[in-house]
């Protein structure tokens, strides 16, 4: 059979190539389209891959392919646009296309499952329940209500819809069924079902409609719009009148936002608000509901995708709008395996579906500040808060040589004591969790070191264990010290347990309570906790950067800041950008209207330059005083980089490795690209091995590109690449 066709398929492997094979016996060429799963033999096993393409000619010869097992879906899970972006992708972070794809597929697909159905219950009237007189129900008013609204109905209604109707009634259901009055089914419906909107758009002030204005006055086509807003100027309404009318000319949206525990909140704000159907999708979501959300999405049913990172490659075929907010936030980076970007292919995706992008924060990374600067972003500027509040005052009170009572200075408590005398609620903000960072002997000054790691374990009171915040290892806490064997082990410093102690003996009236990922693990509780603070159940909050993500206490009239110099001098330059960022997105939670905020930073660095211009002149400020130090010394967004990150049980075999990719790196690159090390990581040894990297940069992103993927696919073939973990990450937002 000279033209039998041959398949090219992604499969699932850290290898960069595709891979050929046979059709499945007996399998309809019709069937085979580019973008369904196909289940492939693969070494001594088999893999689910994606078929990308028939093509006519193979490297191998015919007859040494082997044949595919046999095709999983009826049709493509990919259009050929999605194939293109996941291609874009696999190209630009180098890394293998079968595990992007992969990545891309919710997890059961990935897995070669059948496709969850999307069928849904639907109920009808049984001939016995067409005959009844409606007046005999009249002593049960919500059978009659379900009743009368099924004799409307030509066939049967869906159970969601009927919810939507009638409010949840499954034991009316399955009493009218119990009397054969109604009957259910099941059957696809070509339209998810939405909900009425139930609140009326307040009218925009000026800032907000000339966003609009500007974003609609570029068209349906791609653009790129950074929407700079301080926290509280009304970004989320600006989405939703741009969602509107994306909606209103039969486009799909997709939303973006950093944080699992911000979808329910903005969802709700959606559904208030739009009457379309509206699906979430994120890692907090059962495998089936989240696969279900996205075939809903896929075929068009669902018109507006609400998601976490991932959400980003649901394929839509109207896409035209993508807004990600809060932009700026580190969640949007991968930072395992295929390590990417979701804001930036945000933008690469729209550039490809030629349709708008809004970025959105109150405090935009310097990337996309400076995109918006040099004019490749349309910089769209809400710079007051609507509704007529005030930002709040930021000052910094000097803690050098003064005694702090668990982290917190004699001044700043005296302003919290007056301030919840008032009635007013506050906010201290530090940014670790638990009771302590350091557990050390009196006598001879050992500390509780991770066993795995070259850090500390910190120690959590409340479960009794020290934990390893880097690898996740835990132990019970030491009764005596290891060492010498004195029982007289203490803490140094301070997590957020710790602060709330000290709160509930000075302020029990107030109520303290802690948010951090420790009293939020378990679902649907951050979500009450917000709610009591808003109901005011608590005057007093303490929490890490949970406190700072899209939440506004607008009771909160006083915020105090325990730590941020690590910020300053952290071994990472983006430390002193992610401390303005924190600073100001905590600062913007407090204050409304006749309550302005006021914020407290506890430094004992009150001279540094940066602090001084972030508290003085705001972020924009820092942020060009910041751009212009990235400038000089060659940073990003100044220069391009990718991080080769080597890792291994023994201290040698990292920066063998490393040592041999520089010299072909050296080879391959030219003047072009300047290699920094090997060096250690800054965290040497972290879950138990050795970590070393290889930095990469260039002031051109073609010329580091070029070299990449020169280089990246000779790398597996080293021989010293077998005895180490490695990983290449474009643009890395951390070095650890
Ligand atoms: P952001 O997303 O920028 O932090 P939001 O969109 O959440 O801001 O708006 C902050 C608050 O101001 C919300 O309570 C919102 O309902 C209100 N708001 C926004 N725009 C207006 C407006 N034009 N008129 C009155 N209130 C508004
Ligand atoms: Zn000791
Ligand atoms: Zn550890």
Known sequence: MPDEPILRVA??????????YLSPIDCDPGALKPGVRIQVPFGRGERCGILLELVQESAYKTRRLKRAKRLLDADALFSSADLALLQWCANYYQHPLGEVIANALPVRLRKGEVPVSLAHKAWQLTSEGMDQRPDSLKQAPRQAAIMQRLSNEMESLSQEALYVECGECRGVLRTL??????????????????????????????????AVERVLAEGDGFGIFLLDGVTGSGKTEVYLQLVEHALARGKQVLVLVPEIGLTPQLMGRFERRIAESVVMLHSGLADTERERAWHEARLGRARIVLGTRSALFTPMPDLGLILVDEE?????????????????????????????????????????????????YHHLILSERAGGAKPPRLDLLDIRSIRLETGVSPVLMRMVGDTLAEGNQVLLFLNRRGYAPVMTCHDCGWVAQCRRCDARMTLHAGSGILW????????????????????????????????????LQRFPNANPVRIDRDTTRRKGRMERLFNHILEGKHSLLVGTQMLAKGHHFPDVTLVG?????????????????????????????????????????????????????????????FADESLSERQLADFPPFSYQALLRAEAPGEEAPSLFLDE??????????????????????????????????????????YLQALLSKWVPQLSSLKSARRVRWSIDVDPQEIL
């Not at 499969?11 to 050929?20: I, M, T």
Request: net charge positive; glycine share 10%.
């Open 177 to 210: 069924e119990s009397k054969g009055w109604i009957k259910s089914d099941h059957r696809l419906m070509t339209r998810s079902v939405a909900k009425p909107a139930t609140e009326v758009p307040p009218e925009l002030n000026s800032g907000q409609r000339e």
């Open 561 to 621: 800041i325990l730590d941020v110099d690590q910020g300053l001098f952290g071994a990472d330059y983006r430390a002193a950008e992610r401390m303005a960022q924190q600073i100001t997105q905590v600062a913007g939670r407090a204050g409304r209207a006749e309550k302005p905020g006021r914020v407290i930073i506890q430094t004992r660095h009150p001279d540094h330059p940066l602090m001084n211009i972030l508290v003085r002149q705001g972020y924009d400020a």
């Open 661 to 702: 990719a520089q010299s072909i790196a050296r080879q391959l690159g030219g003047d072009r690209v300047t290699l920094w090390g090997p060096v250690p990581a800054p965290m040497e040894r972290r879950a138990g091995r050795y970590r070393a990297h290889l930095l990469i940069q260039s002031d051109q992103r073609g």
């Open 11 to 20: 499969v699932p492997a850290p290898l960069y190539s595709c891979f050929d």
């Open 468 to 503: 390893c915040h880097h690898c996740g290892s835990q132990r019970p806490i030491d009764k005596g010290c290891p060492d010498c064997g004195e029982q007289d082990l203490r803490t140094l410093g301070q997590g957020t347990e710790k602060l709330e102690e000290l709160l």
């Open 328 to 376: 700026h936030d580190i969640s949007f980076k991968q930072q395992d395996r295929f390590r990417y970007s979701a804001r930036d292919i945000a933008v690469i995706r729209g550039q490809k579906s030629d349709c708008p992008v809004v970025l959105g924060s109150a405090t935009p990374s310097l990337e996309s500040l400076h995109n918006a600067k040099s004019g490749r």
